[in-house]
């Protein structure tokens, strides 16, 4: 048996394959047969005569004389070498049809990259690779479940590449896999959390878009808390709060009592965006009979030249919430009447009076009547009694109503507002 050199066979191999993405480039390649210690192969004569013949016709890139030859030693390999440096040249045949094509034709690439993963002879970093390469053309071609495999071949094979366990999740949550797709995102967030980096904010964006997709509302609102400890920016707690249970299609459906509590939020954390934010928060507060908690929010809105001083609607709200003010009267005689009523009702709405107007000690007082007097949503009156002493500064007090929230959707309500307390909007 005569012998080649696998440094022989390694500058036509990455010659070939160079052009193809994420493989190293010729330069690289030729660096590295210069490094390498060769490797002798035993062959037949038989199949070295046409090995030399075919990779001579590789090398002149006349595909047409280098087909039937490749054909020749895949039909006369015997050994775990030949078949190895058939499988090559097979490779290389391919690149080189690819390539005149535009490299638009990748589908011949398939066998011999398979039949080099396979074969004993290849280096465990080839093979690596060419399972890489494999999950980028399956990826291409839309066959998720197949990009999927690949890439997982290539990851236990020691592929590296930052992107890799990025591109695993996408191809699980594409395929269907959208559980396994965030455990495996949550894995790689700790652990680069543990190595002291800071994922990539859209990574949990990414999550969060894929985990509503599929309805998975538990598991959004999880995504949601753990990008706004990451990353609790002004605008992410606005998106975020909007995108949970304020806007359309909502990841959970709210009334206009659970919006209004929700944007309690947003205005105390100052996030509340835009003109359509204050309007449409002060037209929910006039219409649950809260006029005090509609002006004020709009003197905010205006104070903050986020409100237009020309726009009609804020003015007419404006002057309904006054009219129903005046209407009403002054707060203590209610008080009065609801201490002595025969359920919580009278107690409960002026308390949410006394909340609207920013006497948060009233409010939670009157609330906490209402809880004993009974005839009340318990799970409301005690996110309010937590809205309340959160506006306050009371903490811990807070903390210790909003926990005992249990009712979806006010669980979840309740705890955004212990997000916030802990997490609140900067910059």
Same mark, same amino acid.
């Given at each position: 048996?005569?012998?080649?050199?696998?440094?022989?066979?390694?500058?036509?191999?990455?010659?070939?394959?160079?052009?193809?993405?994420?493989?190293?480039?010729?330069?690289?390649?030729?660096?590295?047969?210069?490094?390498?210690?060769?490797?002798?192969?035993?062959?037949?004569?038989?199949?070295?005569?046409?090995?030399?013949?075919?990779?001579?016709?590789?090398?002149?890139?006349?595909?047409?004389?280098?087909?039937?030859?490749?054909?020749?030693?895949?039909?006369?390999?015997?050994?775990?070498?030949?078949?190895?440096?058939?499988?090559?040249?097979?490779?290389?045949?391919?690149?080189?049809?690819?390539?005149?094509?535009?490299?638009?034709?990748?589908?011949?690439?398939?066998?011999?990259?398979?039949?080099?993963?396979?074969?004993?002879?290849?280096?465990?970093?080839?093979?690596?690779?060419?399972?890489?390469?494999?999950?980028?053309?399956?990826?291409?071609?839309?066959?998720?479940?197949?990009?999927?495999?690949?890439?997982?071949?290539?990851?236990?094979?020691?592929?590296?590449?930052?992107?890799?366990?990025?591109?695993?999740?996408?191809?699980?949550?594409?395929?269907?896999?959208?559980?396994?797709?965030?455990?495996?995102?949550?894995?790689?967030?700790?652990?680069?959390?543990?190595?002291?980096?800071?994922?990539?904010?859209?990574?949990?964006?990414?999550?969060?878009?894929?985990?509503?997709?599929?309805?998975?509302?538990?598991?959004?609102?999880?995504?949601?808390?753990?990008?706004?400890?990451?990353?609790?920016?002004?605008?992410?707690?606005?998106?975020?709060?909007?995108?949970?249970?304020?806007?359309?299609? +909502?990841?959970?459906?709210?009334?206009?009592?659970?919006?209004?509590?929700?944007?309690?939020?947003?205005?105390?954390?100052?996030?509340?965006?835009?003109?359509?934010?204050?309007?449409?928060?002060?037209?929910?507060?006039?219409?649950?009979?809260?006029?005090?908690?509609?002006? $004020?929010?709009?003197?905010?809105?205006?104070?903050?030249?986020?409100? =237009?001083?020309?726009? =009609?609607?804020?003015?007419?709200?404006?002057?309904?919430?006054?009219?129903?003010?005046?209407?009403?009267?002054?707060?203590?005689?209610?008080?009065?009447?609801?201490?002595?009523?025969?359920?919580?009702?009278?107690?409960?709405?002026?308390?949410?009076?006394?909340?609207?107007?920013?006497?948060?000690?009233?409010?939670?007082?009157?609330?906490?009547?209402?809880?004993?007097?009974?005839?009340?949503? $318990?799970? +409301?009156?005690?996110?309010?009694?937590?809205?309340?002493?959160?506006?306050?500064?009371?903490?811990?007090?807070?903390?210790?109503?909003?926990?005992?929230?249990?009712?979806?959707?006010?669980?979840?309500?309740?705890?955004?507002?212990?997000?916030?307390?802990?997490?609140?909007?900067?910059?």
């Amino acid at each position: 048996m005569k012998r080649i050199t696998n440094a022989f066979l390694a500058a036509a191999l990455m010659a070939g394959v160079a052009p193809l993405a994420l493989l190293p480039a010729p330069a690289a390649a030729q660096k590295k047969e210069k490094e390498a210690k060769p490797a002798d192969f035993k062959l037949s004569k038989e199949f070295r005569e046409i090995a030399v013949k075919a990779q001579a016709a590789v090398s002149a890139k006349d595909t047409a004389t280098a087909d039937p030859l490749v054909a020749q030693m895949e039909a006369a390999a015997k050994s775990d070498d030949e078949r190895y440096i058939a499988a090559s040249t097979r490779l290389n045949v391919e690149v080189l049809k690819s390539q005149a094509a535009g490299g638009g034709a990748t589908a011949g690439l398939k066998a011999p990259l398979e039949a080099l993963i396979a074969a004993p002879r290849t280096p465990q970093a080839d093979k690596a690779k060419f399972a890489y390469q494999l999950g980028v053309m399956a990826s291409n071609a839309k066959d998720n479940a197949g990009a999927a495999t690949y890439f997982q071949q290539a990851q236990q094979l020691g592929y590296q590449d930052p992107n890799l366990p990025l591109n695993l999740v996408k191809l699980k949550m594409a395929s269907g896999d959208v559980a396994g797709g965030q455990a495996d995102l949550a894995k790689l967030i700790d652990a680069q959390v543990a190595a002291g980096q800071k994922p990539d904010e859209q990574l949990y964006r990414f999550a969060i878009s894929q985990t509503h997709q599929k309805r998975m509302a538990a598991d959004t609102q999880a995504w949601i808390r753990r990008y706004l400890s990451a990353y609790p920016t002004v605008k992410n707690w606005r998106d975020m709060v909007v995108f949970w249970g304020i806007q359309p299609q +909502a990841v959970v459906a709210t009334d206009k009592p659970q919006k209004v509590d929700l944007y309690r939020l947003l205005r105390t954390g100052k996030a509340l965006a835009d003109e359509y934010d204050y309007v449409i928060y002060a037209q929910y507060a006039l219409d649950l009979g809260i006029p005090w908690e509609s002006k $004020a929010v709009l003197n905010e809105g205006k104070t903050a030249g986020k409100i =237009a001083a020309g726009n =009609a609607t804020a003015s007419g709200l404006l002057a309904a919430a006054n009219t129903s003010i005046g209407n009403e009267g002054a707060l203590t005689g209610l008080e009065t009447r609801a201490k002595a009523a025969a359920n919580g009702k009278l107690a409960n709405s002026t308390a949410d009076a006394y909340l609207g107007s920013g006497n948060w000690a009233k409010a939670v007082e009157l609330y906490r009547v209402a809880l004993q007097k009974g005839s009340v949503d $318990a799970d +409301a009156v005690n996110t309010r009694i937590g809205i309340a002493l959160a506006n306050s500064g009371d903490k811990a007090g807070a903390k210790t109503a909003f926990e005992t929230v249990k009712t979806p959707p006010r669980d979840g309500i309740a705890a955004m507002w212990l997000l916030f307390l802990d997490h609140p909007p900067v910059g």
